[in-house]
C-alpha cells in the first residue's frame, strides 16, 4: 500500500497570506495526485487532479505543483472560506487502492 | 442538479449487518466509477468499494469478504451491503463519482452528504 504523509499537521496563516501544505508518498505515484477541501460538516470538494489542474469552479488562487513522490497545494492569498481541513489522495494503483494523506488543518493565524 | 444522496445508516451491534443506498440524481450510476469512501470520528479519508461501469468491483483490504458493492440502473441507486460489521467500521460513509479526465486522470468530483453507521453493543 502507497501511505501518503502530510505536512504540517496544523498550519495557522493570516487572511490574504500564502499557504504551502505538503504531500509525501511512499512510492512515486506520477502525477497521479488529488487534492481535496473539506470544511466542517460538510463533504470533501475536489480541488486538484493530476497533480496541478484545477476541477472546474476552483479559484486560480489554489493551484497544485509536483510529480513522483513530493507535492504542494499552495493558496496564494486566503480568503476567510479557505479555512479547512485539505487532503491529498494518490489513484496510481490499478486496480484501484486509493489512498488519502491524514489531512493537513488549515486554520486562522 | 447533479447530485448524490446517501441513506440506510443507523446504530448496529457488532457482527451484524446493514446496507447502504445512494441515490443519484443529474447522471447514470450505471455508466459510471462510483465508490464508497468512509471517515471516522475525527479521522481522514478511506476509500472502501468501487464498481465499474462493466460491474467489476474492488474492495480495499479491510472490508474484502464482509462488504458488497453494487448498482441498481433502474433505481439509479449505489449499494453498500455491510457484514460481519466491526466497531472499527464506525464511520461516516460518503459515496462518490470517480470521474476520468483522461485514461489515467481522475478524481471523486461528485460527493453525497454521508450517512453514519456506528457498530457498537
Known amino acids: 500500500e502507497i501511505v501518503m504523509t502530510q505536512s504540517p499537521a496544523t498550519l495557522s496563516v493570516s487572511p490574504g497570506e500564502r499557504a504551502t501544505l505538503s504531500c509525501r508518498a511512499s512510492q512515486s505515484v506520477s502525477s497521479n495526485l488529488a487534492w481535496y477541501q473539506q470544511k466542517s460538516g460538510q463533504a470533501p470538494r475536489l480541488l486538484i487532479y493530476g497533480a496541478s489542474t484545477r476541477a472546474t469552479g476552483i479559484p486560480a488562487r489554489f493551484s497544485g505543483s509536483g510529480s513522483g513522490t513530493e507535492f504542494t497545494l499552495t493558496i496564494s492569498s486566503l480568503q476567510s472560506e479557505d479555512f479547512a481541513v485539505y487532503y491529498c489522495?494518490?489513484?496510481?494503483?490499478?486496480?484501484?487502492?486509493?489512498?488519502f494523506g491524514q489531512g493537513t488543518k488549515l486554520e486562522i493565524k | 442538479e447533479v447530485q448524490l444522496v446517501e441513506s440506510g445508516g443507523g446504530l448496529v451491534q457488532p457482527g451484524g449487518s446493514l446496507r447502504l443506498s445512494c441515490a443519484a440524481s443529474g447522471f447514470a450510476v450505471s455508466s459510471s466509477f462510483m465508490s464508497w469512501v468512509r471517515q471516522a470520528p475525527g479521522k481522514g479519508l478511506e476509500w472502501v468499494s468501487i464498481i465499474y461501469p462493466g460491474g467489476t468491483t474492488y474492495s480495499a483490504d479491510s472490508v474484502n469478504g464482509r462488504f458488497t458493492i453494487s448498482r441498481d440502473k433502474t433505481k439509479n441507486t449505489l449499494y453498500l451491503q455491510m457484514n460481519s460489521l466491526r466497531a472499527e467500521d464506525t464511520a461516516l460513509y460518503y459515496c462518490?463519482?470517480?470521474?476520468?479526465?483522461?485514461?489515467?486522470?481522475?478524481?471523486?468530483?461528485?460527493w453525497g452528504q454521508g450517512t453514519m453507521v456506528t457498530v457498537s453493543s
Open positions: 462518490a463519482r470517480t470521474y476520468f479526465y483522461d485514461s489515467r486522470t481522475r478524481g471523486f468530483d461528485i
Open positions: 489522495q494518490q489513484y496510481n494503483n490499478w486496480p484501484p487502492g486509493d489512498t
